[in-house]
C-alpha cells in the first residue's frame, strides 16, 4: 500500500517536471515545393513568449539552421545526400528602439534594421522557397527533407564543454522531416 502511494507520488513528480520543460520555440511544418527536377522548401520558425520578451528588452539570440535533403532506407539508417547551413542573428537596441537580424548562408551576409520587432522576426524566421537540390544526378529512390534549428548554450567555454561533455552544449535543439517522396524516371510521386 505505501509502495503503491510512493510510485503514484513520483509519477506525479515526474509528469509535473517534465510538463515544464516543454520548449518555447517551434518550426512550422515545412511545405515542399518541385519545380521540374528541383526541389524546394518553405517554413517558419517561432519563439514563444518568453523568448520574445527578453530579444525586445536588448536580448539576443542566434539560431542555426540546417535543411538537409536525405534518401530513405527501410532498414539502414537514412543517406545524407546534401544540405544548406544558415545562420540568422537577432538581437534590439532599446536604446535606438530598433531591432537588426543578420543572415549568412556561408557566401552571403545580409544585416537588416527594423523599427518594428514582430517585422524582424518574420523576415529572419520565415524561409520561402529554399533550393534544395537538384534530382536530375540522384539515383531513383524516395527522399525526404529534414529541417534542424539549433541555438548553443551561452556562457560556456568550448574547452568546458569539451572536458564536461555531460554539460549542455546547446540551448535547443529542433528537427521537422517532410512528407517522403518518390524520385523515379525524371519524375516526383508524393508519398503521403
Request: hydrophobic residues 50%; positive net charge.
Given at each position: 500500500?505505501?509502495?503503491?502511494?510512493?510510485?503514484?507520488?513520483?509519477?506525479?513528480?515526474?509528469?509535473?517536471?517534465?510538463?515544464?520543460?516543454?520548449?518555447?520555440?517551434q518550426i512550422d511544418t515545412p511545405e515542399l515545393r518541385f519545380k521540374s527536377t528541383e526541389v524546394f522548401v518553405s517554413f517558419s520558425f517561432r519563439f514563444g513568449e518568453k523568448e520574445k520578451e527578453i530579444l525586445r528588452k536588448g536580448g539576443e539570440k542566434?539560431?542555426?539552421?540546417?535543411?538537409?535533403?536525405?534518401?530513405?532506407?527501410?532498414?539502414?539508417?537514412?543517406?545524407?545526400?546534401?544540405?544548406?547551413k544558415i545562420i540568422r542573428h537577432v538581437y534590439s537596441d532599446p536604446m535606438k528602439k530598433e531591432f537588426i537580424a543578420t543572415s549568412f548562408d556561408g557566401n552571403i551576409l545580409l544585416q537588416k534594421r527594423f523599427k518594428s520587432f514582430e517585422t524582424m522576426l518574420k523576415w529572419a524566421f520565415n524561409f520561402k522557397d529554399i533550393k534544395v537540390a537538384d534530382?536530375?544526378?540522384?539515383?531513383?529512390?524516395?527522399?525526404f527533407v529534414k529541417i534542424t534549428a539549433e541555438a548553443k548554450a551561452k556562457g560556456i567555454p568550448s574547452i568546458i564543454s569539451e572536458l564536461f561533455f555531460f554539460l549542455p552544449s546547446r540551448e535547443f535543439k529542433l528537427e521537422r522531416?517532410?512528407?517522403?517522396?518518390?524520385?523515379?524516371?525524371?519524375?516526383?510521386?508524393?508519398i503521403k
Open positions: 500500500m505505501i509502495l503503491n502511494k510512493f510510485k503514484l507520488y513520483i509519477l506525479l513528480l515526474i509528469s509535473l517536471l517534465l510538463s515544464h520543460t516543454v520548449y518555447a520555440v542566434e539560431v542555426i539552421f540546417y535543411i538537409d535533403l536525405f534518401r530513405y532506407w527501410e532498414v539502414f539508417p537514412d543517406e545524407f545526400i546534401t544540405g544548406l534530382l536530375k544526378p540522384l539515383p531513383e529512390a524516395v527522399y522531416k517532410t512528407f517522403y517522396f518518390k524520385w523515379r524516371k525524371g519524375k516526383i510521386e508524393v
